[in-house]
């Protein structure tokens, strides 16, 4: 799966595959799904259980959970996407002005949790 985002005026390609676990493991020493688990569960949600959406994006609770995790994922999802990314994530995010983590990493969410969905027949 691929997705292009705008960030700071760049367009920027996004890119999961097959690898892409087996990356973030290796660019960062965690697995993937438990960083992502641990951000889903920060999500705030109300007495029904729905997410809280503000200003577009999930409401969530940051005291609860390590933002490297979400700049890890980007950066990792980045560089599949274009072998031009540097491997230092510092790098390239320098090459921002402004870099809205939390955004980008709600458009990229729905690309994550894909491989999450329960099918009922498996």
């Not at 691929?2 to 965690?30: C, N, W």
């Not at 809280?52 to 940051?62: K, L, N, Q, R």
């Not at 939390?102 to 027949?121: H, N, R, S, T």
């Amino acid at each position: 799966m691929e997705i292009t985002l705008t960030i700071d005026g760049k367009r920027v390609p996004f890119r999961k595959s097959g690898a892409t676990m087996l990356a973030y493991k290796r660019q960062t020493g965690h697995e993937f799904y438990s960083d992502l688990s641990a951000f889903l569960g920060c999500v705030n949600r109300d007495k029904e259980g729905k997410v809280i959406i503000a200003d577009g994006v999930p409401s969530v609770d940051m005291s609860k959970f390590d933002i490297e995790y979400m700049y890890n994922m980007i950066h990792v999802m980045a560089k599949s996407a274009d072998r031009n990314v540097p491997s230092d994530m510092l790098d390239w995010l320098d090459s921002f002005d402004d870099f809205d983590v939390i955004g980008i990493f709600c458009q990229l969410l729905p690309m994550l949790g894909a491989e999450m969905q329960v099918d009922e027949k498996n």
